[in-house]
């Protein structure tokens, strides 16, 4: 089935401790992103990345980190989450770039930072 | 720059009665105007999806929307709820370009009544 999976799907952690949240995808989709989801604002780009090893930042990087190694994955890095992290987290990927793509969203990691 | 606006934060509707969503853009060119569902606990699903041609757009699930430009409106409709059909939608214009992001409205959270 294709999808795009993320782990773990719910976390509760402490500040300043570092996370890593995975995304994968099935589908040998270039391009990948990552949203937070919060309430009131919809969803805002973290970071995007449009192929292996080509990432750029979004409306909202900051203390965030990402990497493309593999073309399947795109793991989010959070090295010292603060409070203000707390969010919804969705990544998404799609075939290639263009407004004409269809993007894929994960299910979503719900981080609640102490 | 580009926006979208979900002017109704939550709307409850009887099952069976019609529905109709609000979403309004504001962006320079053409626009790319997309509907998500997000149900509870999931990520987000596409329902459908404006590019060009017929201003009417048929989607999943029994939805459509019809692009308005002279309004700047993508509104999302359908004849007869389902209580199924509760969840929040999100309303969402591409932005294109390298981010190739989706910027999104805060979303409507629809509730059924039985």
């Known amino acids: 089935e294709a999808q795009v999976t993320q782990n773990p799907r719910y976390l509760i952690t402490v500040t300043g401790k570092k996370l890593t949240v995975t995304c994968s995808q099935n589908m040998n989709h270039e391009y990948m992103s990552w949203y937070r989801q919060d309430p009131g604002l919809g969803l805002r780009q973290i970071y995007y990345?449009?192929?292996?090893?080509?990432?750029d930042k979004g409306d909202v990087p900051e203390g965030y980190k990402v990497s493309r190694k593999e073309k399947r994955n795109f793991p989010l890095i959070l090295e010292s989450p603060s409070p203000n992290q707390t969010s919804l987290y969705f990544c998404a990927s799609s075939l290639s770039l263009g407004v004409r793509e269809t993007q894929y969203f994960g299910p979503g990691t719900r981080l609640l930072v102490l | 720059a580009q926006s979208v606006t979900q002017p109704d934060i939550h709307i409850t509707v009887s099952e069976g009665a019609s529905l109709e969503l609000r979403c309004n853009y504001s962006?320079?060119?053409?626009?790319?105007l997309f509907w998500y569902v997000q149900s509870p606990g999931q990520g987000l699903q596409l329902l459908l999806k404006?590019?060009?041609?017929?201003?009417l757009v048929q989607g999943i699930k029994g939805f459509e929307a019809e692009f308005k430009r002279s309004q700047s409106s993508f509104n999302l409709r359908k004849p007869s709820v389902h209580w199924s059909d509760a969840a929040e939608y999100f309303c969402?214009?591409?932005?294109?370009?390298?981010?190739?992001?989706?910027?999104f409205g805060t979303g409507t959270l629809l509730a059924v009544q039985p």
């Open positions: 404006y590019f060009s041609g017929d201003t």
């Open positions: 990345s449009m192929n292996v090893e080509v990432t």
């Open positions: 962006y320079g060119a053409t626009p790319y």
């Open positions: 969402a214009v591409a932005h294109g370009g390298a981010t190739n992001k989706l910027i």
